[in-house]
Nanobody, 124 residues
Framework: HVQLGESGGGLVQAGGSLRLSCAAS????????MGWFRQAPGNEREFVAA????????YYADSVKGRFTISRDNAKNTVYLQTNSLKPEDTAVYYC?????????????????WGQGTQVTVSS
């Protein structure tokens, strides 16, 4: 069965960086576009970034553009989210997701599989 496992979260001071990873198994990774979403307490889940199957196309939420970078290594079945210049408002549980649909979806319903999430906490 399909499994997505996030790692790399933690506590960091404002201005710091974290590199999140999401390892996938049980699917043909190169056939899936991948996305990152986040959800803060009391808030709805929101789109962060997406990357195409081959990694040639990416798309970002305005709130993270210029600070976050999504990438993937299809040989390692892993997608990454490099987060720089972190702000307290970036505090959330970060989830990776996979979709067999072509394109860079920004809605949760665009995705077929989800990980369990990794907590990112940014202190001021």
């Amino acid at each position: 069965h399909v499994q997505l496992g996030e790692s790399g979260g933690g506590l960091v001071q404002a201005g710091g960086s974290l590199r999140l990873s999401c390892a996938a198994s049980g699917l043909t990774f190169g056939s899936y576009a991948m996305g990152w979403f986040r959800q803060a307490p009391g808030n709805e889940r929101e789109f962060v970034a997406a990357i195409s199957r081959t990694g040639t196309r990416t798309y970002y939420a305005d709130s993270v553009k210029g600070r976050f970078t999504i990438s993937r290594d299809n040989a390692k079945n892993t997608v990454y989210l490099q987060t720089n210049s972190l702000k307290p408002e970036d505090t959330a549980v970060y989830y990776c997701a996979a979709t067999c649909r072509d394109g860079l979806g920004t809605l949760g319903r665009d995705y077929d599989y989800w990980g369990q999430g990794t907590q990112v906490t940014v202190s001021s």
